[in-house]
């Protein structure tokens, strides 16, 4: 089982800067690609951005430009760090962790952390 731990999340005004971490901790051979995603009031969850064990990124079209996904093997953590926000970027933001343990695959998943933008 892997346990994931968000923090950073926040009150920001709009144009603001916030950084989110993800500590992955557990029983696991490795951890594989992981993934930002949120989700707002009444909305679906959504994918933000994804980040590969060898670097590998990509992102939603909506946050491109304006968000940087990154990690640090060795210490087990992701990072995402989030400028120029804007309001519509208010949501509860989940980190997951595609790991493997032994011949299985699993996702697991954070408790996820409120990123509020308003003046």
């Known amino acids: 089982q892997v346990q994931l731990v968000e923090s950073g999340g926040g009150l920001v005004q709009p144009g603001g800067s916030l950084r989110l971490s993800c500590a992955a901790s557990g029983s696991f051979s490795s951890i594989n690609t992981m993934t930002w995603h949120r989700q707002a009031p009444g909305k679906a969850r959504e994918l933000v951005a994804s980040i590969t064990t060898g670097g590998s990124t990509d992102y939603a079209d909506s946050v491109k430009g304006r968000f940087t996904i990154s990690r640090d093997n060795a210490k087990n953590t992701m990072y995402l760090e989030m400028s120029s926000l804007r309001p519509e970027d208010t949501a509860v933001y989940y980190c997951?962790?595609?790991?493997?343990?032994?011949?299985?695959?699993?996702?697991?998943w954070g408790q996820g952390t409120q990123v509020t933008v308003s003046s």
């Open positions: 997951a962790a595609h790991v493997t343990l032994f011949t299985r695959s699993y996702v697991g």
